[in-house]
């Protein structure tokens, strides 16, 4: 759930990049540590460059808990100021510039969804005594909050296979959701052979699964992806290393098995950052995740004459975190200099207080 002020017109007009660069480093200043700007990985670097902490979602939200600041400010999507809310201390205000600024993936399990196909597994076995429900992290708070309830977790692209060694020490099998590449990668990886891991079609009866599919089945991998690493493909691959042999592919495991399977590296975004940072001076990458990160790390490693590229051939940038723009960054502050707050991201205590009991268990074991 979110608040919002009335947005004023002449404050998202369209400026000068030095205008609204000067905008948002006037109100930073104003609000100095009251208010504290949270960047992800993914945004851009108009955005980027005013963060004051950089990272993944989950990092981020857990650092901004340990600040004194009042306001945070999450230039990421959704689900990530969610997060945040739900970490934060109850003082502490949640705050997504651009309310449009979601995330695909997210939106292809929703609780409705979700509810429905426990209660179809219900028609073949016992769901809470058989099925453990492991969410991505990219996932809104009400299904953090059912895997709360139902005695699931939640996972990162980091920690995934062990949450999923810890999800089969308990239960037989585990529902999966919202990305079936996370899911299927993280399974593979833990040997689970690839007709174990069934894909659970939400807008088909029983997933569109037979019931003895459903009991033969380890995992059931929701189906859904990311639109960026959805467009990575095995040809791209193919096609660099035929020019660049020596070279080395990586790639997020969002990205599709095939890909995956073809790449020297797979992890995480922070992975990835920190095995090229690592790596020798004049090596070559090909990576496959999204298009502002692969850019910001070409350029930070290219003195040492690492050589960074970007797999797909077509511009794959996070589009609803591009939403996060300048204007809205200087709006959002200069709104809170004004001391109006606007774009509070509230999740409402009951499902917050479940949706951290699944966050909780994830921490306790990675």
Known sequence: MATTAAIS??????????????????????????????????????VYRHADIHGDSLMLSREAARQDAEYIVFCGVHFMAEVADILSRPEQISILPDLAAGCS?????????VERAWRELAQVLDPDEQ????????????LKAFCGEHGGIVCTSSNAQKILQWAFARREKVLFFPDEHLGRWSGHQLGIPLEEMAVWDPDLPLGGLTEAQIRNARMLLWKGFCSVHQMFQPAHIERWRAAHPEGFVISHP???FEVCRQSDHVGSTEYIIKTIKAAAPGTRWLVGTELNLVNRLAEEVKAEGKVVEFMSPMVCMCSTMFRIDPEHLAWTLESLVEGRVVNQITVPAEEAALAKVALQRMLDVS
Do not use: C, F
């Open 131 to 142: 099925v453990t429900p492991v969410t991505y992290i990219n996932s809104a708070a009400d």
């Open 105 to 113: 993936m997210a939106d292809m399990a929703d609780i409705v969804k």
């Open 9 to 46: 017109l002449d404050k998202l007009r369209p400026a000068k990049p030095e205008e609204l660069d000067a905008r948002i480093r006037a109100a930073k200043a104003k609000l100095g540590k009251r208010a504290i700007i949270l960047g992800h990985h993914y945004q851009r670097e108009e």
């Open 254 to 256: 969002e990205s599709s």
